[in-house]
């Protein structure tokens, strides 16, 4: 199979989720608002660790190193904000294009894992 585009598309996506990243770091207080309540206690702390861990995916995808356990852990975490944060939101219809982004995104995650070397 000729997967002379997969680099370029893993830096691509690489960079889409390090902009998460920077999103999780600057408005942790807002988004600590959007957690479900078994997770409420954990407010801020827990947006700016998954905040670092988006950056470190991220890193590690445009490197190309550690990418295959970065996107199973990401596509992991992608569908645990897909069934904890969206889905009890659902109709709405924000919710419903998150729960189909989400979910790309981890497809996405997880076909990185697949190409990648380590």
Known sequence: MN?????????IYALAI?????AHLTSADQMAGNLPPMFSSLGAPLI???????LLAAISFIINRWARIAGI???IFLLLIVFTVHM?????QTAT???IKDTA???AALMIAG???S
Request: charged letters at 10%; aromatic letters at 14%.
């Open 97 to 99: 294009a998150m729960v």
């Open 73 to 75: 852990l990401l596509a």
């Open 115 to 117: 190409y990648a070397k």
């Open 48 to 54: 700016y660790f998954t905040g670092v861990c988006l």
């Open 88 to 92: 009890p939101h659902l109709p709405d």
């Open 18 to 22: 390090a902009f998460f990243g920077i």
């Open 105 to 107: 995104m981890a497809g």
């Open 3 to 11: 997967n002379a585009l997969s680099p370029i598309g893993r830096i």
